[in-house]
């Protein structure tokens, strides 16, 4: 049975909420840890009432042949609020590294779809309860200079990224640990134009935050993104040379069948196209690897994203849209990848990398 922790839970760990009537909420929200140490698929924690009853999670009940014809890219109002659950569930884990070591970093990396939304829905709390070393955003959608400075919490230094379009893009970064050198883009003018390349340089590798550009409805910028994977391609393979590199973020690629739950009627889609998947697997021919899929190769159901439509999310239809890849030489540092999934504020959950570095 896995390990869980409880905690009282505060009024400050409550996220805003719309409510209908004024009617006031009596249900008393709950924080539970789980740890996924040995477990290989699903984790379940169990919980004790509070001083009141807790909403049960929504089973899922949906069959991963029914079509989705949802596109991962849907735009949302960066300061709509969005109905939230009450409860929020990390996964904690003491897998140990190849060489039998423990973690020595946490990374962690989020799409958070708007930064404004997701301060004012609580996402701080996932920063408090989580306490990664390093955590990269994607999807800022704010200029770096509007960004609140309660976005940077105590013990973290911060790094902002936007682009020339307001309200579009940007990528972010939150350090405990100082950073040799930080630099902002690939050094090519027409693709460092969005606000989507953040590379920091540490002691023992190099870690880059990374938001790729997305095809659209209808591929209308395949062409583009194909112009991007190359040039980036280029440029994570001259950083390799001189040390490791940990490249994390919202990669727009679910790269095999099992990393989506429709793949069949999404070969057309924006994320999972052939030549999309294709330049994946160049970049990975290169020394690189998908921590995830290196210790789960055949693990389903193991998704990131999901639509805000349809109720996707409690039914788990999504893809697998993030990712920390990172040097091949780094493999015998892994110790372990989360999808935190019972983590809300935005259509992407949460992914943590644990290293022994």
Same mark, same amino acid.
């Given at each position: 049975?896995p390990?869980?922790?409880?905690?009282?839970?505060?009024?400050?760990?409550?996220?805003?909420?719309?409510?209908?009537?004024?009617e006031?909420e009596?249900?008393?929200?709950?924080?539970?840890t789980?740890?996924?140490?040995n477990e290989?698929?699903?984790?379940?924690?169990?919980?004790?009432?509070a001083?009141?009853?807790v909403?049960?999670?929504?089973?899922?009940?949906s069959s991963?042949?029914?079509i989705?014809?949802?596109?991962?890219t849907?735009?949302?109002?960066?300061?709509?609020?969005?109905?939230?659950?009450?409860?929020?569930?990390?996964k904690?884990?003491?897998?140990?590294?190849?060489?039998?070591?423990?973690?020595?970093?946490?990374?962690?990396s989020?799409?958070?779809n708007?930064i404004r939304a997701?301060?004012?829905?609580g996402?701080?709390?996932?920063?408090?309860?989580?306490?990664?070393?390093i955590? +990269?955003?994607?999807e800022?959608k704010c200029?770096k200079?509007?960004?609140?400075?309660?976005a940077?919490?105590?013990?973290?230094?911060?790094?902002?990224?936007?682009?020339?379009?307001?309200?579009?893009?940007g990528?972010?970064?939150?350090?405990?640990i100082?950073?040799?050198?930080v630099?902002?883009g690939?050094?090519i003018?027409?693709?460092?134009?969005?606000g989507?390349?953040i590379t920091?340089?540490?002691?023992k !590798?190099y870690f880059?935050v990374?938001?790729?550009?997305?095809?659209?409805?209808k591929?209308v910028?395949?062409?583009y993104?194909?112009? !991007?994977n190359?040039?980036?391609?280029?440029?994570i393979k001259e950083?390799?040379?001189?040390?490791?590199v940990?490249w +994390?973020?919202?990669?727009?690629?679910s790269?095999?069948?099992?990393d989506l739950?429709?793949?069949?009627?999404?070969?057309k889609?924006?994320? !999972?196209?052939?030549?999309?998947?294709d330049?994946?697997?160049?970049?990975?021919?290169e020394?690189f690897?998908?921590?995830?899929?290196?210790?789960?190769?055949?693990?389903?159901?193991?998704?990131?994203y999901w639509?805000?439509?349809?109720n996707?999310?409690?039914?788990?239809?999504?893809w697998r849209l993030?990712?920390?890849?990172?040097?091949?030489r780094?493999?015998?540092?892994?110790c372990d990848?989360i999808h935190?999934?019972?983590?809300y504020?935005?259509?992407? +959950?949460?992914?943590?990398?644990?290293?022994?570095?």
């Amino acid at each position: 049975m896995p390990k869980v922790t409880k905690r009282k839970v505060t009024k400050n760990d409550i996220p805003k909420r719309n409510s209908k009537n004024n009617e006031e909420e009596e249900d008393t929200p709950m924080i539970t840890t789980v740890d996924k140490t040995n477990e290989s698929k699903s984790t379940k924690g169990i919980k004790r009432k509070a001083s009141s009853s807790v909403e049960k999670n929504v089973k899922k009940t949906s069959s991963i042949n029914e079509i989705n014809s949802i596109e991962p890219t849907q735009e949302v109002d960066d300061d709509a609020e969005i109905q939230l659950p009450r409860t929020m569930t990390l996964k904690t884990s003491d897998r140990l590294s190849a060489k039998g070591n423990k973690a020595t970093v946490k990374f962690a990396s989020w799409n958070i779809n708007g930064i404004r939304a997701w301060l004012t829905n609580g996402g701080l709390k996932y920063i408090e309860q989580e306490q990664p070393d390093i955590m +990269c955003f994607q999807e800022l959608k704010c200029d770096k200079d509007k960004i609140p400075s309660e976005a940077t919490p105590t013990d973290y230094k911060s790094y902002w990224l936007s682009g020339d379009t307001a309200g579009y893009s940007g990528v972010g970064l939150l350090t405990k640990i100082e950073p040799i050198d930080v630099k902002f883009g690939i050094g090519i003018a027409e693709h460092d134009t969005e606000g989507r390349v953040i590379t920091a340089e540490y002691d023992k !590798f190099y870690f880059i935050v990374s938001y790729i550009p997305n095809s659209g409805r209808k591929l209308v910028r395949l062409g583009y993104r194909q112009e !991007f994977n190359e040039a980036f391609r280029n440029y994570i393979k001259e950083l390799d040379k001189k040390k490791p590199v940990i490249w +994390c973020g919202d990669l727009n690629v679910s790269h095999q069948s099992i990393d989506l739950a429709n793949p069949k009627s999404n070969t057309k889609t924006a994320g !999972f196209t052939q030549q999309e998947r294709d330049d994946f697997a160049k970049i990975l021919a290169e020394g690189f690897i998908d921590s995830f899929r290196h210790l789960y190769p055949d693990e389903r159901d193991a998704y990131t994203y999901w639509s805000y439509f349809r109720n996707a999310r409690s039914r788990n239809i999504g893809w697998r849209l993030d990712y920390f890849i990172m040097s091949s030489r780094l493999q015998e540092n892994l110790c372990d990848v989360i999808h935190q999934t019972g983590v809300y504020g935005s259509d992407h +959950c949460p992914i943590v990398l644990l290293l022994a570095i």
